[in-house]
């Protein structure tokens, strides 16, 4: 008689281990960092710069927190979430008599990226303590990965610019290379990939904008938001200097409140304060925790 003979008619059976799960021990071996508002260009001016005027040149006028809402998409994602909100395409309608379409958006995002090729450069000097964060981590062993919402084009102009201030990744993945952006895992886990991370609770994911988290989240990661410096703040280098004391804590105690809300492990003012924070990581992971 054969024994399987009656298997699909009875219940399915299976087995689960029930030994103590594997988790990684070791080190913090590759921290992925953004890049407008985290590394470089205080307040993410650059591209809410630009979706800002492309707008308007479409006669279709946005504020800053409009343009600033969908920040950490893919900008042709991005530009499109924004035709999405209803006074948005209220304006649209009454400029137009019509909704917008996948032309217009693709219009926007070809003034979009004209423009943002000249914003990056403008807007392009590192955040302070940026450098000596870089200088931290490599002495300990650590590697250097990057993300981005912006596409291939516009970081084929961004990168020797960076470099040109000290700031070199080992490996930087765009949008452009993976098949889904933030709030995916894809852009982080190619980073784990290709700069050889030991394990993806060894990795951090430093990022400004709430998908940006989101997206370290789902690769199984640990995630730190950026408070003071990123595109939930908004203000400019100049502007947050303006601020007095009390005003900077109010303003923070919001966006810090904004980034927790993702899950987000970690919530820290700016690049400048990680190092603390991979150590209290580490001592995590050697308690045997688990992102």
């Known amino acids: 008689m054969n024994p399987t003979a009656d298997m699909s008619h009875g219940a399915s059976t299976f087995s689960r281990s029930i ?8 080190p913090i071996t590759t921290a992925i960092f953004d890049w407008a508002g985290t590394v470089l260009d205080f307040g993410c001016i650059a591209p809410v710069e630009a979706f800002c005027h ?16 969908p920040m950490g998409a893919a900008k042709r994602e991005h530009i499109a979430m924004i035709l999405a909100m209803p006074t948005v395409q209220a304006r649209w309608m009454a400029q137009y008599g019509r909704s917008s379409s996948e032309q217009d958006i693709d219009a926007l995002y070809t003034g979009f990226l ?12 590192l955040i302070p303590g940026a450098l000596e964060t870089m200088d931290v981590l490599r002495a300990r ?8 919402g912006y596409p291939r084009e516009v970081m084929q102009n ?8 000290g700031y070199e990744p080992d490996f930087c993945c765009t949008v452009s290379d993976v098949a ?25 994911v430093v990022d400004d904008s709430p998908t940006g988290l989101e997206a370290g989240l789902a690769a199984g ?4 938001g950026i408070a003071a410096t990123g595109n939930e703040m908004g203000l400019s280098l100049l502007e947050w200097q303006a601020l007095s004391r009390a005003e900077r804590d109010e303003r923070l105690e919001t966006v810090r409140a904004r980034l927790l809300e993702t899950g987000a492990h970690f919530v820290i003012d700016s690049i400048g304060d990680l190092p603390h924070v991979i150590d209290q990581i580490e001592a995590s992971l050697a308690a045997g925790e688990a992102a």
């Not at 308007?56 to 006028?61: F, H, I, N, S, Y």
């Not at 961004?158 to 201030?165: E, F, K, N, R």
């Open 54 to 69: 492309v707008f308007a040149e479409a006669q279709v006028p946005i504020s800053v927190e409009e343009a600033r809402l």
């Open 158 to 165: 961004l990168l020797p610019i960076a470099a040109g201030h």
């Open 141 to 148: 062993g650590i590697a250097i990965g990057s993300t981005t």
């Open 19 to 26: 030994a103590p799960r594997r988790a990684w021990r070791g």
């Open 221 to 224: 990661m640990w995630t730190v």
């Open 180 to 204: 889904r952006g933030r709030p995916w895992p894809d852009m982080c886990l190619a980073n784990a990939l290709a700069l050889g991370a030991a394990h993806v609770q060894s990795c951090v």
């Open 114 to 125: 004209l423009l943002d090729e000249k914003n990056v450069a403008r807007h392009s000097a």
